[in-house]
């Protein structure tokens, strides 16, 4: 009896997983990630690199957004419908990343771009300065 409660409950939250996937890439097919999210990155770009850097597409869910010559990238990856951004910094031989996660964002409007990467600003300014 309780096998079956088990075997039930892995089977539901491994469907509604599966499903979240296959939208994603059903979302992703008609445009890219960095088209997705581009007001994000427009603005991260302006305020971190003054509108220098470059976005680099490593594969459908992942694009890293970056100035040449620079040691910091920044990296969104998106899931299930929720974004990672990752700012990353090579430093003395280290690296420190900064993450931070943004659910729920498979209908994003302008608006809540806007307001996710000036968060996303002000908790890097909370780390870095």
């Known amino acids: ?13 491994l469907g509604k997983f599966l499903l979240s996937l296959n939208s994603d890439m059903e979302e992703l097919n008609t445009r890219t ?3 997705k999210f581009e007001i994000i990155h427009n603005i991260l770009n302006s305020n971190i690199f003054d509108g220098q850097a470059k976005i680099t597409i490593l594969d459908k869910r992942t694009f890293n957004l970056h100035r040449e010559g620079d040691n910091k990238i920044i990296q969104f990856f998106y899931s299930t419908g929720n974004l990672e951004i990752k700012y990353r910094m090579k430093q003395l031989g280290g690296e420190l990343t900064y993450p931070k996660d943004y659910p729920n964002l498979r209908h994003v409007s302008n608006e809540i771009q806007q307001s996710i990467a000036f968060d996303y600003i002000k908790y890097l300014k909370k780390k870095l300065w």
Do not use: G, H, K
């Open 33 to 35: 990630i960095s088209e």
């Open 1 to 13: 009896m309780i096998w079956t409660i088990i075997i039930t409950l892995v089977v539901i939250i």
